[in-house]
């Protein structure tokens, strides 16, 4: 069985600053990891995933995430906040030969003028 | 090229009530999901479908859920009778074909936000 946990529902930067969303995993197998990104009223976009290629994935928007298998994390990270960034992010893991992906319960990122 | 299809939106129901909720995938997509989201919490898979083949469906309470998907394309998610905790965002999904590779990267639809009084 895998799980996700994302530590902070809440996220508060100021615009320009660094953005970071902290995703742990725990998995028995080696894990698929995926960073979804979620605005008001619209289904999730995929931000982002590791299948076991690099271990530091770029995804759109300028958005990062880096594959940390001794802290088994996964955490997000942007340079540079900017408004748009304002929504709500879900970490999700898969395992391999399986399609069902387990969430974690988000964060929600405010960006501050 | 379109992205996954929802409808209805929004829908308020009255408890006991039925509802149905239908999804059209992007074309190609063989496989097909159905998620539950509820307030403050991430998704959770109800059912997966590979062409017309529900393939997992061990979430989908089945006493007043059903689903279909005939011809392996759309699909619909139905709850009779609708209870006060079905309420939720019914998120659809779907990706190319989970056989050619795994957790290939799905695709989600709006969703539809279901208030049931």
């Given at each position: 069985?895998?799980?996700?946990?994302?530590?902070?529902?809440?996220?508060?930067?100021?615009?320009?600053?660094?953005?970071?969303?902290?995703?742990?995993?725990s998995s028995?197998?080696p894990p698929y990891?995926?960073?979804?990104?979620?605005?008001?009223n619209q289904?999730l976009?995929?931000?982002?995933?590791?299948?076991s290629a690099?271990?530091?994935?770029?995804?759109?928007?300028?958005?990062e995430?880096e594959f940390?298998?001794?802290?088994?994390?996964?955490?997000?990270?942007?340079?540079?906040?900017?408004m748009s960034?304002?929504?709500?992010y879900f970490?999700?893991?898969?395992?391999?030969?399986?399609?069902?992906?387990?969430?974690?319960?988000?964060?929600?990122?405010?960006i501050?003028? | 090229e379109?992205g996954v299809?929802q409808?209805?939106?929004?829908?308020i129901?009255?408890?006991?009530?039925?509802?149905?909720?239908w999804?059209?995938?992007i074309?190609?997509?063989?496989?097909?999901?159905?998620y539950?989201q509820?307030l403050?919490?991430?998704?959770?898979l109800?059912i997966r479908?590979?062409?017309?083949?529900?393939?997992?469906?061990?979430?989908?309470?089945?006493?007043?859920f059903?689903?279909?998907?005939?011809?392996?394309?759309?699909?619909?998610?139905?709850?009779?009778?609708?209870?006060l905790?079905d309420s939720?965002?019914?998120?659809c999904a779907?990706?190319?074909?989970?056989?050619?590779?795994s957790?290939?990267?799905?695709?989600?639809?709006p969703?539809?936000?279901?208030?049931?009084?």
């Amino acid at each position: 069985a895998q799980s996700v946990t994302q530590l902070g529902s809440h996220v508060s930067v100021s615009e320009g600053a660094l953005v970071l969303l902290r995703c742990n995993y725990s998995s028995s197998v080696p894990p698929y990891l995926f960073w979804y990104v979620q605005y008001p009223n619209q289904g999730l976009q995929l931000l982002l995933k590791y299948t076991s290629a690099a271990t530091l994935v770029k995804g759109i928007n300028g958005f990062e995430a880096e594959f940390k298998k001794s802290e088994t994390s996964f955490h997000l990270t942007k340079p540079s906040a900017h408004m748009s960034d304002a929504a709500e992010y879900f970490c999700a893991v898969g395992v391999f030969g399986n399609e069902k992906l387990t969430f974690g319960t988000g964060t929600r990122l405010t960006i501050i003028p | 090229e379109a992205g996954v299809v929802q409808s209805p939106r929004y829908k308020i129901i009255e408890k006991k009530q039925p509802v149905a909720f239908w999804c059209n995938p992007i074309s190609g997509h063989n496989t097909l999901y159905w998620y539950r989201q509820n307030l403050g919490q991430g998704p959770e898979l109800l059912i997966r479908y590979e062409n017309e083949e529900a393939v997992d469906d061990s979430q989908l309470p089945k006493d007043r859920f059903s689903a279909e998907r005939l011809k392996g394309v759309d699909s619909t998610l139905k709850i009779q009778p609708a209870e006060l905790g079905d309420s939720a965002v019914y998120l659809c999904a779907s990706s190319l074909d989970s056989r050619q590779e795994s957790t290939d990267t799905q695709y989600f639809g709006p969703g539809t936000r279901l208030t049931v009084l």
